[in-house]
């Protein structure tokens, strides 16, 4: 059974920073493409950043693009999200999502999801 596991959520104030990781369990996401989703409260659930394999296919939402950076770990099967001058629009769940099907860029399918990490920045 496949799981992955967001950490790192938190209340911090805006501008500052956080670093959200996800470990993923029950199936090995090498070379398969990992992505950030967030939900802001009243809001749809959005795309903030994939990557495919180490640096190959990043690529983020227009929103976060020079303060957000995501990266992963191979060898332990997880993906970060470095977020840094973290604004009050970014209070949100964010979700850890991997994916076993065709990569098509930032419209990638995803069908594997965590539960979601709470991500609160106070203005």
């Known amino acids: 059974q496949v799981q992955l596991v967001e950490s790192g959520g938190g209340l911090v104030q805006s501008g500052g920073s956080l670093r959200l990781s996800c470990a993923a369990s029950g199936r090995t996401f090498t070379t398969y493409p990992m992505a950030w989703f967030r939900r802001a409260p009243g809001k749809e659930r959005e795309f903030v950043a994939t990557?495919?394999?180490?640096?190959?296919?990043?690529s983020y939402a227009d929103a976060v693009k020079g303060r957000f950076t995501i990266s992963r770990d191979s060898s332990k099967n997880s993906v970060f999200l470095q977020m840094n001058n973290l604004k009050p629009g970014g209070t949100a769940v964010y979700y850890c999502a991997a994916s076993s099907l065709a990569w098509t860029g930032p419209t990638t399918e995803y069908n594997y999801w965590g539960q979601g990490t709470q991500v609160t920045a106070s203005s």
């Open positions: 990557q495919r394999w180490s640096t190959e296919g990043t």
